[in-house]
């Protein structure tokens, strides 16, 4: 089913720099500072960007939050194995925080079984299927992704929006300062430079997401939103103030493939809507209901574009929606470790 497209979202997400920002490159320059930002070749000349695998790890690891926030547990922990939960300890970090991508490798293996634990499907049933793996993923992983399955999102490398000229380029140096551990005070010796894009520098990334659930364009939303108001930061040295940017879209558009009998006008079908059946852990009546800016047919596809007045209330139908799904979201059995998996 998942190999057939059936809906697709695409907008610009612009960001702009608020503070010096570091996306560190692998390797410091041998005369120059000891970090730089990462560059790409773009138009014949190095310039400074921000890899979209950087955007979409900060956005992932915010929802990630929003998630547990809103529904302990709902949400894994893309790098908890199992191996570091003590089932005898309980509280936190508890089996369901644990990565979907994990869990389906426990199930695969059958480990489960060989420790003596209660495993809730029967064997012919650990085989996955695509079908198995999305239902029971975390609500980020059914997104993002995991090793077990290749996620909705994806977010291009966010380029300059303004060409800068090679002689000015938007970087600016820090001085870094080593602290004594003993002392409090700065370390002799423990001094480095480091170059950050400057403050004010706008960058645009192309964001796609295919087959997706509605409540999902909430959950994508509601980082945008808290991305507006600067809440979230990229790149290194967070903690010390680097890395504050505001992101921004204009404009969203969602795409349909093919006649769709009975899609009224307005009418944003998510995947569970096409699948009908309640298959892939979807919901049937997976549609939301909120007029476009404009809507056009084009040979194969008609287009949905939000924009203004109409994005802000597409933001907020799809938010509501996504909060609804994550508070009421339950942990399939099936990924649920049992009590005495580790008592003989
Ligand atoms: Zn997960």
Not at 149 to 163: E, F, M, N, P, V
Request: a neutral charge.
């Amino acid at each position: 089913m998942l190999k057939r497209l059936v809906n697709e979202l695409r907008c610009t997400l612009l960001i702009r720099t608020e503070g010096p920002v570091l996306v560190k490159s692998g390797h410091s320059s041998v005369a120059g500072p000891d970090m730089t930002p990462v560059r790409t070749y773009r138009g014949g000349r190095l310039e400074v960007y921000l890899p979209g695998s950087s955007l979409k790890g900060v956005i992932r690891s915010h929802l990630e939050k929003v998630g547990r926030t809103l529904n302990p547990g709902a949400v894994c922990n893309p790098f908890l194995k199992p191996e570091s939960i003590d089932p005898t300890a309980g509280g936190s970090p508890g089996f369901s925080e644990v990565a979907c991508s994990e869990k389906f490798q426990a199930r695969k293996n059958g480990k489960m079984r060989t420790q003596g634990g209660r495993w809730c499907r029967s064997q012919e049933d650990l085989e996955d299927t695509p079908d198995t793996v999305y239902a029971d993923s975390c609500p980020v992983c059914r997104l993002f992704g995991s090793n077990s399955h290749i996620g909705r999102l994806s977010i291009g490398d966010a380029y300059l929006t303004k060409s800068y000229s090679p002689n000015v380029e938007p970087v600016e140096f820090r001085d870094g300062v080593g602290i004594d551990r003993i002392s409090g005070g700065a370390a002799p010796q423990v001094k480095f430079d480091l170059q950050a894009i400057s403050p004010g520098v706008e960058f645009a990334a192309e964001v796609l997401v295919r087959n997706f659930e509605c409540w999902q364009l909430g959950m994508l939303l509601a980082a945008f939103a808290d991305l507006r108001d600067g809440l979230l930061r990229v790149g290194m040295g967070r903690s010390r103030g680097l890395g504050a940017v505001t992101g921004s879209t204009e404009s969203l558009s969602i795409s349909f493939l093919g006649a769709l009998p009975g899609r009224r006008s307005g009418e944003v079908w998510g995947l569970g809507k096409f699948l009908g059946d309640g298959s892939y852990g979807t919901v049937a009546e997976d549609v939301l209901v909120v007029t476009p800016s404009s809507e056009r047919q084009h040979g194969l596809r008609s287009t949905l574009t939000y924009e203004g007045d109409a994005l802000q209330k597409l933001q907020n139908a799809a938010i509501a929606l996504f909060v609804e799904r994550l508070q009421t979201w339950e942990v399939p059995a099936a990924m649920c470790w049992p009590g005495d998996w580790r008592r003989a």
